[in-house]
Antibody, heavy 125, light 107 residues
Framework: EVQLVESGGGLVKPGGSLRLSCAAS????????MAWVRQAPGKGLEWVSA????????YHADSLKGRFTISRDNAKNSLYLQMNSLRAEDTAVYYC??????????????????WGQGTLVIVSS | DIQMTQSPSTLSASVGDRVTISCRAS??????LAWYQQKPGKAPKLLIY???SLESGVPSRFSGGGSGTEFTLTISSLQPDDFATYYC?????????FGGGTKVEIK
């Protein structure tokens, strides 16, 4: 059974940093691209970052302006999101998601076929 | 960036109704479109990929159509479990983008 379990969320002051983790199990993690998606309270889904299986290709939403960094450790079956210079507008539930494999995919990317339960990040003084 | 526009934002319907949600891309994305269902307090669930391919385990009352810039998600006979919010997403080009969502409410 595919499982994605996020951790590391919590309350942080504006300007602070936080590192989210996602522990993956039930599939070959090193074969899959992964992503982070967030959802502000009462709002829609917003794609944050994606990383290819080997970490060769990394993409971030332009709106993050270099404050967030996605990474992974295939030996530990783990995905990470380092968030710096946090702002109130970063308050959201952050989801870890597996990007599907062929035949789901375009030449560029894939839809998210499995999601974690999410971890809540609150940025407030 | 490719903008995804969903309509309507809210839809009121009854059990048994046929429901259609629209999604428009600001430029052609071929058929690289996914639909997700999200219930309150839960993670999204993949329903449809490549515009019309049904994800394993998803009931056949869900169907997707369209290509290029115009797409639809249809529920042929709305069931109580289907009251939720639905999102489209393009995966043609980074940055990946979602539509604003359509909330399907009980009439």
């Amino acid at each position: 059974e595919v499982q994605l379990v996020e951790s590391g969320g919590g309350l942080v002051k504006p300007g602070g940093s936080l590192r989210l983790s996602c522990a993956a199990s039930g599939f070959s993690f090193s074969d899959c691209s992964m992503a982070w998606v967030r959802q502000a309270p009462g709002k829609g889904l917003e794609w944050v970052s994606a990383i290819s299986s080997s970490s060769r290709h990394i993409y971030h939403a332009d709106s993050l302006k270099g404050r967030f960094t996605i990474s992974r450790d295939n030996a530990k079956n783990s995905l990470y999101l380092q968030m710096n210079s946090l702002r109130a507008e970063d308050t959201a539930v952050y989801y870890c998601a597996r990007l599907g494999l062929s035949p789901y995919c375009s030449t560029t990317s894939c839809p998210a076929d499995y999601w974690g339960q999410g971890t809540l990040v609150i940025v407030s003084s | 960036d490719i903008q995804m526009t969903q309509s309507p934002s809210t839809l009121s319907a009854s059990v048994g109704d046929r429901v259609t949600i629209s999604c428009r891309a600001s430029q052609s994305i071929s058929n690289w479109l996914a639909w997700y269902q999200q219930k309150p307090g839960k993670a999204p669930k993949l329903l449809i990929y490549k515009a019309s391919s049904l994800e394993s385990g998803v009931p056949s009352r869900f169907s997707g159509g369209g290509s290029g810039t115009e797409f639809t998600l249809t529920i042929s006979s709305l069931q109580p479990d289907d009251f939720a919010t639905y999102y489209c997403q393009q995966f043609n080009t980074y940055p990946l983008t979602f539509g604003g969502g359509t909330k399907v409410e009980i009439k």
